[in-house]
Nanobody, 111 residues
Framework: QVRLVESGGGLVQAGGSLRLSCAAS????????MNWYRQAPGKQRELVAT???????NYADFVKGRFTISRDNAKNTVYLQMNALKPEDTAVYYC?????WGQGTQVTVSS
């Protein structure tokens, strides 16, 4: 059974940092391109960052220079380091390999 489990969300003040984790079981994350999406209330889900299996990364313009996606193969976990957080980053964050999705983790940034 494939599971993706996000963690690390929470409440943080603007300018603060959080690191989200996406732990996988049933699949080997390094075999897939992994994505972080987010969905704010009343808005469509949007792509935040992508990490391809070779290690290349891509970021949405609204997080470039602030967020970093990475992977720990030994832990079979993908991370999203989020720095300089803004209130508009408030959303539920999801990890996915496009076949499977986690349940999401809430990030709330207060002004």
């Amino acid at each position: 059974q494939v599971r993706l489990v996000e963690s690390g969300g929470g409440l943080v003040q603007a300018g603060g940092s959080l690191r989200l984790s996406c732990a996988a079981s049933g699949i080997i994350l390094r075999d897939y391109a992994m994505n972080w999406y987010r969905q704010a209330p009343g808005k469509q889900r949007e792509l935040v960052a992508t990490l391809i299996s070779s290690g290349g990364t891509n970021y949405a313009d609204f997080v470039k220079g602030r967020f970093t996606i990475s992977r720990d193969n030994a832990k079979n976990t993908v991370y999203l380091q989020m720095n300089a957080l803004k209130p508009e980053d408030t959303a539920v964050y999801y990890c996915t390999n496009s076949l499977y999705w986690g349940q999401g983790t809430q990030v709330t940034v207060s002004s």
